[in-house]
């Protein structure tokens, strides 16, 4: 009987929590302008969200903007974190609770006070994308060092230190010896990252340039418009961006899987 | 890199300037403009403004109702799937956990506009219900962030500890209440810290189900938008004290690395 209500409540969790999603799935495939009336099975939202100029490179230039400011930020917060845990107390101390302040800060804060700090007191322009960047690679490198830390705890000290008595100069240590073991740690970082970007919309909003948008700020700014067309493919679009997260999620899953499974077989 | 001479302390010096030009020296710029007027003179003004303000001071008190009702509901729907789902047999569990938590890696603006039709549908107008509806729409952005810190927690949980209980004597819900819920603090302080915070701030929610940004986050909008960084610092300033508070009251129970639903992947 426990049981039983326990099956009840996780499909009923399950169905708040994806029932939207899917509906609008199911509505994207047809003509209907709204919700509750069907009219016939339709691609149309697909092709305008492929075809329309202002939706494609709004499309685009959100995954550059993602892709940009996740390497920016793994490549700071890893160096951040190989740095800080082979230094002293006081630079340590400082670089974590640095690190930590946009980790826990609301990220509206984050943006106006980048964007202050940028824009108005430094007379960087907005449409140069260098606040935008900027913004971004606060967002997320903190989140890179945050997972690339454990795995340096978990690291075997002495292996560094053999590779340099060996011959090894600090750089070859690094790439060879350090970069391996703590990859996963990159990636998982690196992901993050992209997955930050993509959903922000707080920084963008106060540090983007005024003819750029990112799918959040355009997504906010359709809702308060009315023109059906962008509306139906932005539904279009919410099932492409499920669709694709539950492929790159189902993949990433399988392929830590098989390396696990090639470790056990080498042992 | 061959032949570069260069130390590991080294390593963290672009990152160490990074923050300090992006992150620390910001904030000093939201200090100083919160106690200064447009003159660049020193002032308590801004900070009287915000307390003596009815209109500041109720929407600080409604963001505080919206958060506390939102990290309510979310606590209650969430512990109990965390805690079915960790305390299950089943061998294919990880996939449900991942159906729970996948919804965080989608665009949250696009996730919005899903329900707004799911509720338009059902409701008809939403402005009819606007604190309703702004806990259905938290709720539906901040869940996954409630369930996963609460699931690790569960997870780690160590069975001999309930079983040594009902041995002696304890029924369920005095094992529940006296080993189970004690042992899950954490993951509930950490879960309640990811979706307090930012359901306070988060106006984009509101604005997007019934036009309405009667929340903290969105003032800071509406001094900018008017060219008053002054103001605008000062409600920063007022947020930034919220959090660095629940942090601190906090960080003696939380795990740094569960923030934001990063320890899954």
Not at chain 1, 41 to 50: D, P
Not at chain 2, 34 to 43: H, I, L, R, S, V
Request: charged fraction near 10%.
């Amino acid at each position: 009987m426990k049981k039983f209500f326990s099956a009840i409540f996780i499909v009923i969790m399950l169905l708040f929590v994806y029932m939207p999603i899917l509906i609008l799935a199911f509505y994207s495939f047809t003509t209907s302008a709204n919700i509750g009336s069907v009219h016939g099975f339709s691609l149309q939202n697909y092709i305008t969200l492929i075809e329309n100029e202002e939706l494609r490179s709004m499309i685009i230039g959100t995954v550059l903007l993602a892709l940009v400011s996740a390497v920016f930020s793994t490549v700071l917060g890893t160096l951040g974190a190989i740095g800080s845990f082979y230094s002293g107390k006081t630079t340590k101390g400082i670089v974590n609770s640095l690190n930590q302040v946009p980790v826990v800060n609301a990220d509206v804060v984050t943006g106006f006070s980048v964007c202050i700090a940028m824009v108005i007191v430094c007379n960087v322009e907005k449409s140069t994308f260098i606040p935008l960047i900027v913004g971004h690679i606060v967002l997320s490198a903190p989140f890179v060092y945050l997972s690339v830390v454990p795995k340096l705890k978990q690291m075997d000290s002495s292996l560094y230190e053999a590779a340099c008595d060996l011959g090894a100069t600090p750089g070859q240590a690094l790439t060879k010896i350090v970069f391996p073991q703590i990859m996963p740690g990159i990636v998982s970082g690196f992901a993050m990252a992209i997955t930050l970007s993509l959903d922000d919309y707080f920084i963008a909003s106060y540090t983007k340039p005024a003819t750029f948008d990112t799918i959040s700020t355009y997504v906010v700014n359709a809702t308060r418009g009315s023109q059906t067309e962008i509306k139906t493919a932005l539904w279009a679009l919410s099932t492409v961006m499920f669709v694709a997260v539950i492929v790159v999620v189902v993949i990433m899953n399988l392929s830590s899987r098989k390396k696990e499974g090639a470790k056990n077989a080498e042992i | 890199m061959k032949g570069l001479k260069f130390t590991r302390k080294q390593l963290c010096i672009p990152y160490l300037l990074f923050l300090l030009c992006f992150v620390a020296l910001p904030l000093l710029v939201v200090i100083y403009y919160a106690f200064t007027n447009g003159d660049g003179q020193f002032t308590i003004k801004n900070f009287i403004n915000f307390f003596t303000s009815p209109n500041t001071l109720g929407t600080l008190f409604y963001s505080f109702s919206i958060a506390i009702a939102t990290t309510i509901v979310c606590l209650l729907l969430a512990y109990p799937i965390a805690y079915i789902l960790a305390r299950s047999k089943m061998k294919q569990k990880m996939v449900l956990v991942f159906m729970f938590v996948l919804p965080m890696w989608i665009n949250f603006t696009l996730r919005i506009t899903a329900l707004k039709e799911i509720l338009t549908l059902i409701e008809g107008n939403l402005a009819y219900y606007p604190f309703l509806n702004s806990i259905i729409g938290m709720t539906y952005d901040f869940l996954p962030f409630m369930i996963l810190p609460m699931y690790t927690t569960l997870l780690k949980l160590d069975n001999s500890l309930l079983e040594a209980a009902s041995d002696l004597g304890a029924n369920s819900v005095q094992v529940f209440l006296k080993i189970t819920l004690p042992l899950s603090v954490p993951g509930i302080i950490s879960g309640v810290v990811m979706v307090f915070l930012p359901s306070m701030t988060n106006y984009v929610v509101l604005d997007m189900l019934y036009n309405s940004t009667y929340i903290m986050g969105s003032f800071i909008g509406s001094y900018f938008s008017a060219y008053d960084w002054h103001n605008g610092s000062m409600i920063s300033l007022v947020l930034l004290a919220i959090i660095a508070i629940i942090t601190l009251m906090t960080s003696k129970y939380t795990d740094e690395n569960e923030s934001r639903g990063g320890s899954l992947l």
